[in-house]
């Protein structure tokens, strides 16, 4: 009767991990000092626009030297640990690709910005960035940031330095948590229900903010936590930014529903005295995404569409593959209409200024995803397949000179196999590719058939002392997944990942090989599941998504043979739904309240949502009276024994079987 429905949101992983005692990292061998070196030779590190640009119009410094804290005094941000060693005025560590070196020192540039008079931004105070708007009477904010603690603390930093005046509305350009999470820091749920704050938003919003990290968001959460490198400190072997910004802040996230939605391209709104002309990006960067433009600044807001990295068409923690089409379709929209733009900003990293510099900058995004897209399936179309490509598709030489082209988040690797998922899939037609054996025994038999495991690490080690780290890193993982307790292969293979993050350009690639070679050494370490839940998301989010999340977390073996049939009816909002548990699958009606039912559950959805955030437990709501049974209280118990807490299994392997 106290079972729970435990959801969990990924929203790249709200966690942070300290762990003691571990092995410490080894320093780059003499191939990995080598490769990064090159790189100096390779590319315009003499071009300093970036941090003439990324300077402009600087205000003041984050307060407390960047660290923020929760009100029970947790440190939920820390950028002085990065600033600790990050230093513009230094060469790259060797254990650092020098051109995600060079893209750190650009995201250690923070604090209060004037973009032009009467746009400012708080840069550095989370992984992305706060925009705020001096309208008439009042502020716009845009992407209030992950947490509420960090978009309080940005906002008091702009009041610091500009005059107080009230919120008046806050722009959400896309369905992600770093660009709505810090909304309760900014507007109280008091000001936003009696309509003083406006929320703005594309169609659609609420829905996918929600639903991308719920369904698989323990796999996506545990994913996160490579992917931002949680388990990794600050410094030149550990972790030195995301690419797209430095890393994710661990306060409370939250979430409003819009009270107005965007939902066609052209559409224009004066909002306390400023025109917005909207231009629709779904399906890019986003389920969920527009940008904007603003005549009286001459300003485009290109949210995360054109950033200063090549982006992601399929992002490592895992979500849905992206569309590459429509990403250049919508820049060249933006192209069309707003030739006079003079100012373009992102929701990462830092503006552009000048018609020039703004078209270049657009034009080399829009052609990063566009030759992508297009020579991906140029290759495909004469019989390559999605592991081959990498190693068919190079950049044009005219956009790698282009610092904001580089994959400091996504790469050219993954985005091309992104492309030809998403035509394709992941079958390559090969037959032999149809029903592959698992990982586990397919390695046991290569281990058997290379003679053992004494020779498979010995092939490995000479693959590493050769600098061949990708090739090392195939026969290990076969020797690892073959024989999990090897902690010699399990070093040893931590040694090969811990090179090929030294060497990438990609900061989430580094999270991943530095991640894996830590756990590798050390074992997962577990701390607190993340707590990526809030008041505002639970609220929001709807019955279907509820009853949908329900179905993924049944025990197929405690519902095999069972046939339940329950009507629920959420009594303060006035909905209804019929849930069917049979052939071990849970299936709903919306709108249906069927007759004969088993039983029929009824409460008030506050209720319901006092139970999903474990503020009490349905025992309590029983006995209480908040939830009302008629029929078979039993079949009802029944069917919440028949779920699963997935979150129990959030430390799942993945270096090792």
């Not at 990438?504 to 577990?526: C, D, H, I, M, S």
Request: net charge neutral; hydrophobic share 35%.
């Amino acid at each position: 009767m106290n079972k729970v429905i435990t959801l969990t949101l990924s929203m790249f992983c709200l966690i942070n991990l300290t762990v003691v005692g571990q092995e410490k990292p080894k320093a780059p061998s003499q191939s990995t000092e080598s490769n990064n070196k090159a790189l100096y030779k390779k590319y315009p590190f003499d071009d300093k626009t970036s941090f003439e640009e990324a300077k402009k119009g600087f205000i003041a410094p984050l307060p407390n030297n960047g660290v923020v804290k929760d009100a029970n005094g947790r440190v939920v941000w820390d950028l002085s640990a990065f600033k600790a060693f990050i230093k513009e005025d230094k060469k790259s560590p060797s254990s650092v690709n020098p051109s995600l070196w060079r893209q750190s020192q650009l995201l250690m540039i923070s604090g209060l910005f004037e973009v032009v008079p009467g746009v400012y931004q708080v840069r550095g105070a989370d992984l992305s960035n706060m925009t705020i708007v001096e309208a008439d009477g009042g502020l716009h904010i845009y992407d209030p940031l992950i947490s509420k603690e960090t978009a309080k603390y940005a906002l008091d930093l702009y009041y610091q330095n500009r005059p107080k005046v009230p919120v008046k509305a806050v722009f959400f350009s896309h369905s992600h948590v770093d660009h709505f999470g810090g909304v309760v820091g900014v507007a109280s749920p008091e000001d936003v229900a009696s309509g003083k704050i406006k929320i703005y938003a594309p169609e659609g919003f609420l829905d996918h903010a929600i639903e991308e990290n719920v369904y698989a968001g323990v796999a996506m959460s545990r994913r996160s936590s490579y992917m931002y490198g949680n388990v990794l400190p600050p410094d030149a072997k550990g972790q030195i930014g995301a690419g797209l910004g430095v890393t994710t802040s661990s306060g409370t996230p939250g979430i409003y529903a819009p009270t107005n939605s965007i939902k066609e391209t052209g559409e224009k709104h004066t909002i306390d005295g400023i025109e917005y002309q909207f231009v629709m990006a779904p399906g890019s960067e986003a389920p969920s995404e527009m940008m904007w433009y603003l005549p009286k600044y001459k300003m485009l807001n290109t949210a995360e569409d054109a950033v200063h990295t090549m982006h992601n068409l399929y992002t490592l923690r895992g979500a849905k593959t992206r569309d590459a089409s429509k990403w250049p379709t919508y820049l060249n929209q933006v192209l069309q209409s707003f030739g006079d733009t003079e100012v373009a900003i992102g929701m990462h990293h830092w503006p552009v200024w000048g018609k020039k510099r703004v078209v270049d900058h657009i034009k080399s995004q829009r052609d990063t995803y566009k030759y992508m897209h297009d020579q991906t399936l140029h290759h495909a179309n004469m019989g390559a397949t999605m592991n081959e490509l990498p190693g068919l598709i190079t950049m044009p030489e005219s956009l790698v000179n282009q610092w904001g082209t580089h994959g400091y988040y996504g790469s050219l690797s993954h985005n091309v196999r992104a492309v030809y998922n998403f035509y394709l899939g992941y079958f390559d037609g090969n037959p032999a590719n149809l029903n592959p054996l698992p990982p586990v025994d397919v390695s046991k038999k290569y281990v058997k058939l290379m003679g053992g495991a004494d020779k498979v690490m010995a092939a490995g080690k000479l693959a590493f002392d050769n600098g061949e780290y990708r090739w090392a890193a195939e026969l290990l993982n076969h020797l690892i997944f073959a024989e999990p307790n090897l902690q010699d292969a399990k070093n040893l293979q931590a040694d090969v990942l811990e090179q090929m993050g030294y060497q990438t350009e990609n900061g989430p690639w580094r999270n991943f090989y530095l991640a894996g070679a830590f756990e590798l050494r050390n074992g997962v370490k577990k701390a607190s599941t993340p707590k990526t839940s809030s008041p505002q998301i639970i609220s929001n989010m709807s019955m279907e998504l509820i009853f949908g999340y329900m179905g993924i977390q049944l025990d197929v073996k405690k519902a095999a043979g069972k046939k339940i049939t329950l009507n629920w009816v959420f009594t303060d909002v006035d909905e209804k739904y019929t849930l069917f548990l049979e052939n071990s699958v849970l299936n709903y009606w919306p709108n249906s309240e069927v007759k004969n039912p088993d039983a029929t559950i009824t409460m008030e959805r506050s209720t319901l949502n006092d139970f999903l955030l474990g503020k009490i437990t349905m025992k309590k709501a029983i006995e209480s009276g908040k939830i009302k049974i008629k029929g078979d209280a039993k079949q009802f118990i029944t069917v919440l024994e028949c779920l699963d807490d997935l979150n129990k299994y959030f430390y799942f392997n993945i270096v090792t079987p």
